[in-house]
C-alpha cells in the first residue's frame, strides 16, 4: 500500500519511530482481507487532541477527542475486494492506486491509552492504525457480529507484526 504520513501540529521527530512499521502492518492487514497491496493508497494524519476533537465535531457532530477517526472514500463492506476493474472509477492511471480515504490519529490519545492499557504508545499507535485502515476496507464494529469480525482481523495482524497485548 502506498502511505502519505502526515503531522499537523506534532514535529516529525516525534512520530517517525511509530510510524516505520505502518508498511509491514499495511501488508498484513492486505494479507488478512485479501486485497491487492500495491493498489490501495491512504492517508495517515497525525494530530492533537484539539485537532481530532475539532475534526469529530465538524464531520461526525460529536464534540469530544477520539483516538482515531477514518473516512473512508469508498462506500464497500467489509470482504469487498478492490480491483482496477470493479472501482474502474475510482482508479488513479497515473499514479496506479485506488485511493481509500484518510486515517487521523490522535498521538495525545494514543500515549495516555498506550499507558492505560499498560502496552506502551508503540502498540497503541499500532492498534490504532490497523484499526482505521479496516475502516477504511469496510469494517465496522456497529453490529457485534461486524465488531467480532473485525476485532479477529486486528488480532490477527497485531500479533502478526508482534504488537499484542
Known amino acids: 500500500m502506498r502511505i502519505d504520513c502526515l ?9 517517525e519511530p511509530l510510524i516505520k512499521d505502518f ?17 490501495l493508497y491512504f492517508t495517515v ?6 485537532e481530532i476533537k475539532l475534526i469529530n465535531k465538524e464531520r461526525r457532530g460529536v464534540d469530544e477527542a477520539t483516538d482515531v477517526l477514518s473516512f473512508p ?6 470482504g469487498t475486494k478492490i480491483t482496477k476493474k470493479t472501482f474502474a472509477g475510482d482508479y488513479d492511471i497515473d499514479a496506479k492506486v485506488i485511493n ?11 500515549i495516555v ?3 492505560e492499557f499498560g502496552h506502551g504508545v508503540e502498540r497503541e499507535v499500532g492498534y490504532l492504525f490497523v484499526h482505521g485502515l479496516l475502516h477504511l476496507l469496510g469494517f465496522d464494529h456497529i453490529e457485534e457480529v461486524d465488531k467480532r469480525q473485525m476485532r479477529a482481523v486486528e488480532e490477527l495482524v497485531l500479533k502478526k507484526c508482534k504488537l499484542e497485548r
Not at 508498511?23 to 493498489?39: C, E, F, N, P, R
Not at 484518510?102 to 498521538?107: E, V
Open 7 to 15: 503531522v499537523n501540529s506534532l514535529s516529525f521527530e516525534s512520530i
Open 23 to 39: 508498511k509491514m502492518i499495511s501488508k498484513h492487514v492486505s494479507k488478512a482481507t485479501g486485497q491487492k497491496d500495491k493498489l
Open 100 to 110: 481509500l480515504g484518510d486515517i487521523f490519529i490522535s498521538l495525545e490519545k494514543a
Open 45 to 50: 494524519v497525525f494530530v492533537t487532541n484539539k
Open 113 to 115: 491509552q498506550g499507558e
Open 73 to 78: 472514500l469508498l462506500n464497500i463492506k467489509s
